[in-house]
Nanobody
């Protein structure tokens, strides 16, 4: 599965951004899609995940109520709507594909190139 992430940028605290991740290739091998982020000097961390079928979702505690993951099966695209952004949300955001529905980074075997999100006044 090849993944192409887009939509990052610079936004002020309290603002919103929507990230997109387009999947191509062996998409039938993908059961779920996840968003992760990595801030400078920190490990990559789970943000949200969604299954292609049924749209089951799960979120990291610190983004619940602010971020929403969704998918468009016809376009093989997953989105991450980020509202009420905080400076601590600043990171490179990655989308990834897994054959399982999981929050574990190691279970994701295809990764996009990352898109920078900077929250600053």
């Amino acid at each position: 599965v090849q993944l192409q992430a887009s939509g990052g940028g610079l936004v002020k605290p309290g603002g919103s951004l929507r990230l997109s991740c387009a999947a191509s290739g062996r998409t039938f091998s993908s059961y779920s899609m996840g968003w992760f982020r990595q801030a400078p000097g920190k490990e990559r961390e789970f943000v949200a995940a969604i299954t292609w079928s049924f749209g089951y979702t799960t979120y990291a505690d610190d983004v619940k109520g602010r971020f929403t993951i969704s998918r468009d099966n016809a376009k093989n695209t997953v989105y991450l709507q980020m509202n009420s952004l905080k400076p601590e949300d600043t990171a490179v955001y990655y989308c990834a594909s897994s054959a399982r529905f999981t929050t574990a980074t190691t279970s994701y075997n295809s990764w996009g190139q990352g898109t920078q999100v900077t929250v600053s006044s």
